[in-house]
């Protein structure tokens, strides 16, 4: 069984070293560690700090393409060196390593292909009140919006088999915390989480520029992900409202028209017609979403399926070679 620990960096020499100090070298179960770090575009010494620790893969950026990208070439450069599990955490040391045990546990022991860390957002010092509060309303809607139970849906610190791996997709180019579980509970993936230590905040978050900016962004990512994985419900949800509203305006005016004064209301008929309309023709739009949405599965099992095995492939290819070094090896002994 091997784990990989991915970890994105941009501009990390500070604390790359302290992060990388505090990961497990050795866990129950596990029969080898490795540690693969994202280089998103540093202009400082992130990869020389890197290098002289031993990480074992470094996957580079020449220009920055932001957090959801780096996590998902993570994920491929894991996939591609054989990682059965795969464990995603920050290069400002902000979890514990010891943790990464606690986290990986239930993929270890069948129970879940995805785990999320649950961090104590209300002990945590660094984190305002506003803050606090946030994160626990977008945790509620991520869980509405994918039908689960994750209490802490932007923790990025989280583990991944094998399978869940290959099957994940990230649209966005923001983050992928919010929309990875959202497909995951729409896609019926086995997904928990488990209470983890967070350490004091070495540097301040980079994830956004402004409390206003990461409320835009993240209500945006959260409705594109209801959108692609439940269109019919959202488009029925939204074309409800103005269907309704059309409905009573066209009640009052049947009402003013029974009674004798419909030709003064008009205005109403006409306003109420095209609500009503609005509100179907979004409905519309609805049925021929989900009709792409099914389309989107049967185009998602394909790439998976190609994706096992592309990396089957390479892994054969990987093992090959190295059965031919000692060959050749042997060869050049004996002359």
Not at 166 to 181: A, C, D
Not at 217 to 221: A, D, I
């Given at each position: 069984m091997k784990l990989i620990i991915q970890i994105p960096c941009l501009n990390e020499a500070e604390t790359l070293e302290i992060a990388l100090n505090d990961l497990p070298k050795h866990i129950d179960g596990i029969d080898e560690i490795e540690y693969l770090i994202i280089n998103d575009g540093s202009v400082d010494n992130t990869v020389e700090v890197a290098r002289n620790w031993g990480v074992d893969y470094i996957v580079s950026f020449k220009r920055n393409k932001g957090l959801a990208k780096g996590f998902m070439a993570g994920i491929d450069a894991c996939l591609r060196n054989g990682a059965d599990i795969i464990v995603n955490t920050d290069a400002d040391n902000q979890y514990c390593g010891e943790d990464i045990?606690?986290?990986?546990r239930p993929i270890l022991d069948g129970k879940a292909e995805i785990v999320i860390g649950e961090r104590p957002i209300d002990d945590t010092e660094h984190f305002s009140p506003l803050k606090k509060k946030l994160q626990h309303l977008g945790s509620y809607v991520v869980r509405v919006a994918s039908n689960t139970d994750i209490p802490d849906a932007p923790s990025g610190f989280r583990a991944f088999?094998?399978?869940?791996?290959?099957?994940?997709?990230?649209?966005?180019?923001?983050?992928?915390?919010?929309?990875?579980?959202v497909q995951a509970g729409r896609t019926?993936?086995?997904?928990t989480s488990v209470p983890v230590r967070t350490n004091g905040e070495l540097r301040k978050s980079r994830l956004f520029s402004s409390m206003g900016a990461y409320i835009k962004?993240?209500?945006?990512?959260i409705i594109r992900a209801f959108m692609m994985y439940r269109p019919l419900t959202?488009?029925?949800?939204v074309?409800?409202?103005?269907?309704?509203?059309?409905?009573?305006?066209?009640i009052r005016f049947l009402i003013y028209f029974f009674q004798g004064y419909g030709n003064g209301h008009i205005q109403s008929l006409i306003f109420a017609s095209t609500?009503?309309?609005l509100g179907f023709m979004t409905f519309i739009v609805g049925l021929q979403a989900d009709v792409i949405a099914n389309n989107r599965k049967l185009l998602e099992d394909i790439q998976y399926r190609?994706?096992?095995l592309d990396y089957k492939e390479e892994e054969r290819e990987k093992e090959s070679s190295e059965e031919e070094k000692p060959e050749k090896e042997e060869k050049e002994n004996g002359q």
């Open positions: 045990e606690k986290l990986i088999s094998r399978d869940a791996a290959i099957h994940l997709n990230v649209m966005n180019n923001y983050t992928y915390t919010l929309e990875t579980i019926n993936m086995a997904i962004r993240s209500v945006l990512t959202f488009f029925s949800i074309g409800l409202i103005p269907f309704i509203i059309g409905i009573l305006i066209m609500l009503i309309m190609v994706r096992r």
